[in-house]
């Protein structure tokens, strides 16, 4: 209870449906979150910036959870048994897959990236709320990253469907030049 109020009941957003991870669901809360990671168990709360919008958990084998809780967005950094240290981010999380994650730090979405040891060793920091400042801020350079692939694979994407419509254009120039001799063939008749 929290002020007066059951906030297992309070903060139970599930639905008789499973819900689509899409960007219009409404973002969480911290409290939210919480609940979910006390529900999950085995999770202790280490950090919440208010400014980026973040809360942290680390579980009982040293993952961190950074919960980006307006975005949906989740973090996970461990040490990989077979990638040495690693940050997977997933986005657009739906609440069926938060609790899946805090007890699957591993799980694999379809929607997010992965960070390993080289880009992370640039980024470590001493303190805990730098490191969650530079968190969210690794996270909008790494979506702007992937904003730049997405537009180069969106250029060559272009170019294939450009030279798709000039092969139609060739034929109907073809066509129309074919239609003119039988046109003027048939006006010499």
Known sequence: KRGGKDMMVELSPYSSTVESASSSQDAWTPDFVRGVALAVGALTEISLNTTSRVISFQNTDSVRFNVYYTTRTIGTSMNHP???????????????????????????????????????????????????????????????????????????????????IKVYANKRAEFAQKMDLRRSAHTKL
């Open 82 to 164: 077979k990638q040495s240290k690693t940050q997977l981010f997933r986005r657009n999380c739906s609440n069926v897959e938060l609790p899946e994650i805090f007890r699957n730090p591993r799980l694999h979405t379809g929607r997010g990236y992965q960070y390993k040891r080289a880009r992370l060793a640039s980024l470590e920091t001493s303190s805990l709320n730098s490191s969650v400042e530079v968190d969210g801020e690794q996270d909008l350079r790494l979506t702007l990253i992937e904003c730049e692939e997405d537009m180069k694979q969106l250029k060559k994407r272009k170019i294939q469907i450009l030279e798709s």
